[in-house]
Nanobody, 120 residues
Framework: QVQLVESGGGLVQAGGSLRLSCAAS????????MGWFRQAPGKEREFVAA????????YYADSVKGRFTISRDNAKNTVYLQMNSLKLEDTAVYYC?????????????WGHGTQVTVSS
């Protein structure tokens, strides 16, 4: 089992920045990659960014490229999502997830989420 706890959400004005953190515990050695997803009211959950645990390769949704940066601190078992130039449409609950198998895109463990609200 891998436990994930997100933090860092909040209310920010459009154009501002926030940094989300996701602390992992448990069987973290089994983690292949970590990802951030988000779900806005009335919409389906969508992929935001991901990072592989060992090599640090990163992947982003087109909607956040150039504005968001995912990073990791292996020693702290923590993944970060730096969000800059925030837009109203970035408002959502942000979830951290862990993927244990490289050959499938399935994320096996999920955090409870942290609310990000961008105001005008």
């Amino acid at each position: 089992q891998v436990q994930l706890v997100e933090s860092g959400g909040g209310l920010v004005q459009a154009g501002g920045s926030l940094r989300l953190s996701c602390a992992a515990s448990g069987r973290t050695f089994s983690t292949y990659a970590m990802g951030w997803f988000r779900q806005a009211p009335g919409k389906e959950r969508e992929f935001v960014a991901a990072i592989t645990w060992s090599s640090g390769s990163t992947y982003y949704a087109d909607s956040v490229k150039g504005r968001f940066t995912i990073s990791r601190d292996n020693a702290k078992n923590t993944v970060y999502l730096q969000m800059n130039s925030l837009k109203l449409e970035d408002t959502a609950v942000y979830y951290c997830a862990a993927r244990t198998v490289a050959t499938t895109p399935r994320y096996d463990y999920w955090g409870h989420g942290t609310q990000v609200t961008v105001s005008s």
